[in-house]
């Protein structure tokens, strides 16, 4: 059956799939790899310097008295996403109870980062953006993950001390070891 098609028409066939599958190939090689959003900056220059009262409600961390000045979250997983605004606040208090409302009080800068693939990348990335070291500082950062509305999440803390400590950065293994490395502290009501 081949031998009554003439050669020139299997060259001409030959030739328009090599043609096809040569367009095809070059198109799916031009086009460029979709870039991972970068996450805003977080810039330590433009967070509040303010420091944590003793008469004030206040975050302590590792039992240092500290004020939330930048809290970072992003979601885990590629399909991942941000709980609403209106879910924030239930977040910070599944963290650490009462969280949220020394985080009202505080009025921290708040970033929303795009999906993270794994805790420690957000980590890594997390605390290189806050330039904290282990040197002694009035600033320290907390950041670890967190499982909410069965949605995997990291969070970051940028904090600071009123007096410079080694506090540094620390990383939360576990999702109990928020509530174990940060402590809500109310203030004692005198009774007059």
């Given at each position: ?149 069965r949605q995997q999440l ?39």
């Amino acid at each position: 059956m081949l031998d009554a098609i003439p050669s020139w028409v299997l060259l001409v066939v030959v030739l328009a799939g090599a043609l096809v599958a040569a367009v095809f190939f070059l198109s799916k090689r031009r086009r460029p790899k979709a870039k991972a959003p970068e996450p805003p900056r977080l810039d330590m220059s433009a967070l509040s310097t303010e420091t944590p009262r003793s008469d004030e409600l206040h975050l302590e961390c590792y039992g240092i008295p500290v004020r939330v000045a930048a809290v970072v979250i992003a979601p885990l997983g590629r399909d991942a996403i941000l709980p609403d605004d209106e879910q924030i606040g239930a977040l910070f208090d599944q963290l650490v109870p009462g969280l949220a409302e020394v985080i009202a009080q505080d009025r921290p800068q708040l970033l929303r980062w795009p999906a993270q693939l794994s805790r420690d990348g957000f980590v890594h990335a997390f605390f290189n953006q806050t330039g904290i070291t282990t040197n002694v500082s009035p600033w320290c950062a907390v950041a670890g993950r967190v499982l909410f509305h069965r949605q995997q999440l990291a969070v970051g803390l940028v904090a600071r001390t009123a007096q410079p400590t080694r506090l540094g950065r620390k990383t939360i293994e576990h999702e109990g070891q928020w509530a174990t490395s940060l402590r809500v502290c109310r203030p004692e009501r005198r009774s007059s």
